[in-house]
């Protein structure tokens, strides 16, 4: 059986539309915490940790089963990483930043089986046409989905941000937070066989 390591409603889904059985699992990890006790690390580096300590963080209580976890931020030119926001006004006034800007999504991967630990990081990079800050509050307002108010706009179809995107390049499902070309390649990895 495949585990997702995740409570995030886009990896389900994309895990559901990939065909393969999974079932969902989740231990919480202090996600900031372990970014700033390691300050002088690479995004790169921070979401393959990050992918890590969920990974582990499940794998005892499924130890033959094959354990997914991603985690996934941006990073706009200026170095400044794009997290979960708490308020409507944050996402808005980060959303701002993003306006004709290129971001890097990076996306870390952990999998877990066994005791055998793959990982993978991917980057891909997310354009964003110009637009105004009543643009962004009028798609916020017209897109309430809360589980979708995270610092970036978002690219993905249901996401307040979708038609602002002006291009996307590399991996789109890695953008999205699972990139399943990688998933794919680790599952014969770790010798999975679909039953």
Do not use: C, W
């Not at 794998?59 to 794009?82: C, E, H, I, K, Y």
């Not at 990079?125 to 800050?133: G, L, N």
């Not at 017209?142 to 995270?150: A, E, F, S």
């Amino acid at each position: 059986m495949i585990i997702l390591a995740s409570n995030s409603d886009l990896r389900r889904m994309i895990m559901e539309l990939s065909g393969l059985p999974f079932k969902m699992a989740v231990r919480e990890i202090d996600e900031r915490g372990i970014e700033d006790q390691n300050p002088d690390k690479s995004a790169e580096e921070i979401v393959t940790m990050l992918a890590i300590a969920k990974a582990q963080a499940v794998a005892s209580d499924f130890p033959d089963d094959v354990v997914v976890a991603a985690d996934t931020f941006a990073v706009l030119p200026n170095g400044q990483r794009l997290h979960k926001t708490k308020t409507f006004e944050e996402s808005v006034q980060l959303s701002m930043q993003q306006s004709g800007k290129t971001m890097e999504v990076h996306t870390g991967m952990a999998m877990v089986r066994r005791g055998e630990l793959l990982t993978n990081s991917i980057i891909a990079q997310v354009t964003y046409a110009h637009f105004d800050e009543a643009t962004v509050r009028h798609l916020f307002q017209i897109n309430q989905t809360p589980k979708r108010r995270n610092a970036a706009l978002g690219f993905f179809a249901d996401a307040p941000g979708f038609t602002l995107v002006e291009k996307i390049e590399g991996s789109y499902l890695g953008a999205m937070g699972l990139p399943m070309e990688i998933v794919r390649a680790n599952l014969e990895r770790l010798d999975y066989r679909q039953s």
